[in-house]
Structure formats: C-alpha cells, structure tokens
C-alpha cells in the first residue's frame, strides 16, 4: 500500500478549563501561528466530555473578542476548522449556535464531471466521464478520473489535458510508469504503448459543508498485456478536499490516495525518475524561465529532479 498527500496541515494540544468542554491552542511553529485548515482527533476529546453526536458550538477567543467558529467532521471522525493566524485559544462550549452559516463548499455533478466549488464559484474538477482525444487522433488515448480544471481565485486555468505532444496527459493524474506483474513490464501512464490505462469506477462518497467539501472514488489500474485478458491491478481509493480558507484571494485543496493490489503475486513497482502515483500538467504558459522550484531540502529546478523532499512549491 502507498499512500500520496498534498497540501496537508498539522495540529496541536489541549487543556480542560471550569466552565467549557475543552480549551485547547494551536502550536506554534517557529514562533509563527499556521493560518489554514486544522485538524483535531475527536478520539482523544471523548475523555472531557465531547461527543460527535452532540452538536457544540466551536469559539475562538482573541483580544478580549470571542467569534463562533464553524468546524466539520470528516469520514474518520477527525474534526476540521480553518485558523487564520493569531494567537487565539479555542473552547467548545455545549451551547448550540443557531448561526453557523450555511454550506460554503459545495459538489455538483453534471454530464460527467464533479465540480468542488466555494459559494458557487467552481473552482476545481473530477472528470468521471469519458474523455476522448481531439478528431484524427488514436482513441486508445481516452481517459477518465482525473482533476481538471483546477481554476485561481481569479478565474485563471491552472491545468491542462491532451496536449499535442503529449495526449496522455491529463491535468491532475495518478499512473505509475515502470511495473512489472507476472515478469512483465506494464505502463500506465503511456496510453499510446497500450500496456495499461487507469480509470474512473464508481463514488465511494461526496460531501459538502461550511469549511470543506470533497469525494472518494474508486478507480481501477488496467493491466492489457500480462494476461489473455484485460485485468485490475490496482485498486486505488482517490480523495480531493477542497477547503474554504474564507478568502478571496486563496483556497487549498488535498489529495489524498490509497493503493491497493487484488494481484495473488502483487505488482513491482520499478525505480524510475518519473510517473510513480501521481503527475501533474500545467498550463503551456508556465516555461522554464519563467518558473522557480524549491524543495525541503534547498533543491532547485536543476537539481530537484530524482530527490527526495517533503514538500515542493512551483511559482
């Protein structure tokens, strides 16, 4: 099992106070307080006193200023919020707030696509339907399950699918290139080669609500040659969570992905600089010498590439 994550955010600790539920702050980290979203493990609350059935009110405490905050639980009973800096404290009080706002992020479904958006302005898509290439061009290069297009604040296209020099490229995509099953070599990212391909089953689920809004879907890894016949070689679990940071000028989104093999002699996947899990294809406007690279590790454009690295920002 592998398992892929962008665009995570980490968490805290949290102490008991009279007259609240729980009291608790979000670390610091090198002096700075985060600002995006903030995860807590319901688990650990149970002990004072809080239960996911019961509807608390979430208040952020700053300046002598007290704001309720929305907050939302996801499929694993984690509960999320967003924090935009500071140094607030933060309490559940058992008094039910009749204000929390109305559903901000929201999915919709139509002719093929799932669109995330924050109220109302579509901001990111899974395309689930079938997509074929441009007229004269080999149908072996259509696709499903794969993010496009991921749109800025300011309405900008971010991504980009099929283009001429290379059709099977697909936005937001997760292929592995180099694997071996039964001593053959299959490669899913190379649609033209035939070996393999990678696509869109079924929603194991969709969700919307005041801070995020997401989907699982199931896809399936494709395996055309080891066998007489076409076979699953991956089962793979795909989450997209597009947060709400309650700003115009910025949103976040996660993307979160489960591997799993139903082969009785599992799947190799080989070493190689590229295609392992996921890729991406940006807009053509982004060229070499207009784009910087920097990773965890201090590496740049030219000597990133092959290196290992906790995060990595292109601007």
């Known amino acids: 099992m592998r398992r892929i994550f962008l665009f995570f955010l980490i968490v805290t600790a949290f102490s008991c106070a009279e007259d609240e539920i729980v009291r608790f702050k979000v670390r610091e980290i090198g002096g700075i307080s985060p600002s995006g979203p903030v995860m807590l493990n319901i688990e650990g609350l149970k002990a004072y006193g809080l239960r996911l059935e019961e509807r608390h009110s979430l208040i952020k405490k700053e300046n002598g200023t007290t704001i309720t905050v929305p907050y939302k639980t996801d499929q694993e009973g984690r509960l999320w919020f967003v924090q935009n800096g500071g140094k607030a404290s933060y309490y559940f009080s058992d008094?039910?707030?009749s204000s929390q706002p109305e559903s901000t992020v929201t999915y919709e479904k139509e002719d093929g696509n799932l669109q995330l958006a924050i109220d109302d302005r579509s901001l990111l898509t899974y395309r689930y339907g079938m997509t074929y290439p441009p007229q004269g061009v080999d149908s072996i290069f259509r696709k499903s399950g794969y993010v496009h297009p991921v749109i800025t604040p300011g309405g900008d296209t971010l991504t980009r699918i099929q283009p001429s020099d290379h059709y099977h490229h697909y936005g937001i995509w997760g292929p592995w290139?180099?694997?071996?099953i039964r001593g053959q070599q299959v490669d899913f990212w190379n649609l033209g080669d035939g070996k393999g391909t990678v696509l869109f089953k079924k929603f194991i689920s969709t969700t919307s609500g005041s801070v995020f809004g997401s989907f699982t879907a199931a896809q399936e890894h494709i395996d055309f040659i080891s066998k007489k016949e076409p076979q699953v070689a991956l089962n793979e679990n795909l989450r997209v969570t597009?947060?709400?940071?309650?700003?115009?000028?910025?949103y976040m989104f996660d993307y979160s992905t489960t591997f799993r093999s139903p082969l009785e002699n599992g799947?190799?996947?080989e070493a190689y600089r590229y295609g392992g899990g996921i890729g991406m294809r940006f807009t053509e406007r982004w060229k070499a010498d207009n784009c910087s690279v920097l990773t965890s590790e201090g590496k740049d454009r030219l000597t990133a590439d092959g290196t290992n690295a906790r995060w990595c920002v292109v601007t």
């Open 177 to 180: 290139t180099h694997t071996q």
């Open 267 to 269: 799947i190799l996947f």
């Open 95 to 97: 008094t039910a707030d």
């Open 242 to 250: 597009l947060f709400d940071l309650n700003r115009k000028d910025r």
